[in-house]
């Protein structure tokens, strides 16, 4: 979505794909416009009151990669903080999968999407503080990503 910042109500908002195009891709009244946007593009949109249209002001797109942001550690003690290992921005990759492993191997923990964020559980039994391992794959043109895991309770 594209969206005009503080838009005016009464007026209409037009949606260009360049400066000197003489056709407009939407207008909306909302300032709000729904498109399939292509990485690193520019458009440009207009206000129009009445009659009078303004002059067009570019928007600039750029689609990138949201950093990840990992912790090492959580403490899953039920006093309602930190009690999630919550990696921030994974609802960026939604077809990521997140794998947690014992110190042995065993998978403790898997997720695609990461909708549901580790609680330190494994088949409802609480597992024991202690260092575990984790693998995120974000998708098919990123290195995957591994690190330890502490639980801390």
Excluded at 16 to 24: E, I, K, N, P, R
Excluded at 34 to 49: G, H, L
Excluded at 62 to 80: E, H, Q, R, V
Excluded at 81 to 87: E, L, P, S, T, V
């Amino acid at each position: 979505m594209l969206s005009v910042s503080s838009p005016s109500a009464g007026n209409t908002y037009r949606l260009y794909d360049s400066q000197t195009s003489t056709q407009y891709q939407d207008e909306q009244t909302n300032g709000i416009f729904k498109i399939k946007a292509n990485p690193n593009s520019t458009y440009y949109i207009s206000k129009v009151s009445g009659q009078c249209e303004s002059e067009r002001t570019q928007a600039q797109i750029t689609i990138s990669l949201s950093a990840i942001d990992i912790p090492n550690a959580f403490t899953p003690n039920g006093d309602g903080k930190n009690d999630y290992w919550k990696i921030n921005n994974a609802q960026n990759y939604p077809q990521a999968i997140v794998q947690i492993f014992t110190r042995y191997g065993q998978k403790v923990f898997e997720s695609k999407g990461y909708s549901v964020p580790f609680d330190g559980t494994y088949n409802g039994t609480k597992l024991p503080s202690g260092v575990y391992y984790y693998i995120l794959n974000l998708g098919k043109s990123c290195n995957l990503l591994s690190g330890s895991l502490s639980i801390i309770r």
